[in-house]
């Protein structure tokens, strides 16, 4: 069971510099969801999407891009890299938005200098 | 809006002690309540849910019950191993709205 997969795991980039992180789950999950983790600030949702083709903004959308052409695939855009975009970046997909669980992948750790 | 505040971290506890992670939840109507679980370099995995007041939620020897009555979802487990050391959050999801996450408590076993 693949379950949630998030490439790559680390990345580097400089300021201004753009990069995509990619998201797929195989659970025919219709929610998926971008979420940032910050020491001491806990997870901060990003972007969402609540099935192929609908995407909506988070706490924390600016500077972030993201689209849903299928239902299993969710990238996230970073469109000009910034320092203050250093942080853990969690996908996340659940059957509903409901009290139906978030499944997350490992996270990739991505470093602005 | 809703919110989740959880007991600051982190936690320092022998092994086979008792833990409690405190966390009180504010939000309008009957929201679901998670723990969720998190090992290092790993992403959060679902620890245990419970859906409506006075619920409990068990897996792997913990335990949270939905108190409506103080908004509350406590962590406990009776005795904790080296292997429990991680971080712990605790999350609720109100029907289509964002699911929100406290800050999350880390918990450290020691031999």
């Known amino acids: 069971n693949a379950g949630v997969t998030q490439t790559p795991k680390f990345q580097v980039l400089k300021t201004g510099q753009s990069m995509t992180l990619q998201c797929a789950q195989d659970m025919n999950h219709e929610y998926m969801s971008w979420y940032r983790q910050d020491p001491g600030m806990g997870l901060r949702l990003i972007h969402y999407s609540v099935g192929a083709g609908i995407t909506d903004q988070g706490e924390v959308p600016n500077g972030y891009n993201v689209s849903r052409s299928t239902t299993e695939d969710f990238p996230l855009r970073l469109l000009s890299a910034a320092p203050s975009q250093t942080s853990v970046y969690f996908c996340?997909?659940?059957?509903?938005?409901?009290?139906?669980?978030?499944?997350f992948g490992n996270g990739t750790r991505l470093t602005v200098t | 809006g809703n919110s989740v505040t959880q007991m600051e971290g982190p936690v320092t506890l022998s092994e086979e002690a008792f833990l409690t992670i405190n966390c009180t939840y504010t939000a309008t109507g009957y929201p679901s309540l998670f723990w969720y679980v998190q090992y290092p370099g790993e992403g959060l995995q679902l620890l245990l849910k419970a859906t409506k007041a006075d619920d409990k939620g068990s897996n792997k020897g913990f335990e949270a019950t939905y108190r409506k009555e103080t908004t509350s979802f406590h962590l406990e487990k009776g005795s904790v191993q080296v292997s429990d050391s991680a971080v712990y959050f605790c999350?609720?999801?109100?029907?289509?709205?964002?699911?929100?996450f406290g800050t999350g408590t880390k918990l450290q076993v020691i031999p």
């Open positions: 996340a997909s659940s059957y509903n938005q409901g009290d139906s669980p978030l499944h």
């Open positions: 999350a609720l999801s109100r029907g289509y709205q964002k699911v929100t």
